[in-house]
């Protein structure tokens, strides 16, 4: 029986192999395999329409309605400061009549503009512009996130995995230290205590000011968890026979980790990076309820559910006179689409790169 199961095994790793091969390659039979999946297709259509929206959404809208999300409008709120509601005609002017006692006056005739979403917040900024650059703002923080914790666990995680030793012992104790410890209280800490310079640094309205020194602190405190998958990988493929077989023919240490190993693991580290992104955006969302996020002026996602509902240091308890469901169910929608979406897609990735460990 137990000589039944393992031909079984054999033919069906062969069959796999003669795929690859006749697909072009692994790679290729993992795209095709990938496309078979109708809900990760789906997943990354979806991502790829709020990739979209967020880098151009936000410029249409604006240009479509007349006005960006920066501006404020005194009467998309009224005298209660309660937000407008969504598809809301708002008047462009800015100047604010109050009558004698300070209560708000309906404003004079003019021109309105169209408020899609309605408003964020007392300031009667564009909800829909707002979310759609908070769309780009989010990413770019999981993204930058994913990308900065790479470059420190890429490098550790092979010298531990590849060489062993002390250095393995090093790393390992270390790693093993801090992920001991709460990941969001070393975010806050950080993050309240980083110099001005590194939370100033900005490259135009591509990626506003806060936005790269939180997906670099995030990074820092997350490379931790690909640093364990890289040196567990090359722990188990140092001693494969074809590491054995370059080492014969005089291939370098550098040139069997890059050409040989590397590539190995970066199945493994695309399935980790989808989660990831979809982490460090919900990581972004808990430091702008605690109050040391991306500055209030640079919209994401966290940063919009924030506005709404205070920090933690300055709650806004809950009153129907000036709250809206809009201002909580648009961004929270999108945070849940997203991270979804991004838990589909790689769960279809693994699945495709890794067709003999389904379920």
């Known amino acids: 029986m137990a000589a039944a199961i393992v031909s079984n095994l054999d033919d069906q790793f062969r069959d796999r192999m003669a795929l690859s091969r006749t697909a072009g390659g692994p790679w290729r039979a993992a795209w095709t395999r990938l496309r078979q999946d109708r809900w990760s297709l789906v997943a990354l259509a979806v991502l790829a329409a709020i990739v979209l929206a967020g ?146 640094i900005a490259f135009g309205w591509v990626v506003p000011k806060g936005v790269f020194g939180e997906a670099l602190l995030i990074g820092a405190f997350t490379s931790f968890y690909p640093t364990r998958l890289i040196r567990a990988h090359l722990r188990t493929l140092r001693n494969a026979e074809f590491v054995e077989a370059s080492h014969m023919i005089g291939a370098s240490n550098h040139r069997i980790m890059r050409r040989h190993l590397l590539p190995h693991v970066a199945s493994t580290l695309l399935v980790w990076g989808a989660i990831a992104v979809g982490t460090n955006i919900l990581l972004d969302v808990g430091l702008s309820f605690i109050g040391v996020g991306v500055p209030p002026a640079a919209p994401t996602w966290g940063s919009l559910l924030s506005t709404t509902w205070g920090t933690i240091n300055a709650p806004h308890p809950y009153n129907g006179h000036y709250f809206t469901p809009w201002q909580t169910i648009f961004p929270t929608l999108a945070i849940l689409i997203t991270v979804i979406s991004l838990n589909q897609l790689s769960e279809g990735v693994r699945r495709a790169l890794e067709p003999w460990a389904q379920g």
Do not use: C
Not at 112 to 131: H, N, Q, S, W
């Open 55 to 200: 880098l151009f959404g936000g410029a249409i809208v604006g240009r479509v309605v007349g006005h960006n999300g920066s501006d404020p409008f005194p009467y998309a709120t009224n005298a209660d400061l309660r937000p407008a509601g969504p598809w809301t005609h708002v008047p462009t002017t800015r100047a604010v009549l109050v009558d004698d006692y300070g209560r708000l006056l309906p404003p004079k005739q003019g021109q309105t503009t169209l408020f899609v979403l309605g408003a964020d917040g007392p300031l009667g900024r564009d909800e829909l512009i707002r979310l759609l650059d908070g769309a780009r703002t989010s990413l770019e923080i999981g993204l930058g996130g994913v990308i900065f914790a790479l470059l420190v666990a890429l490098p550790i995680g092979t010298l531990a995995g590849y060489f062993g030793g002390v250095a393995d012992a090093v790393v390992s104790r270390f790693t093993e230290t801090v992920m001991a410890f709460p990941l969001l209280l070393f975010l806050i800490f950080a993050t309240a205590r980083v110099s001005p310079s590194l939370r100033g």
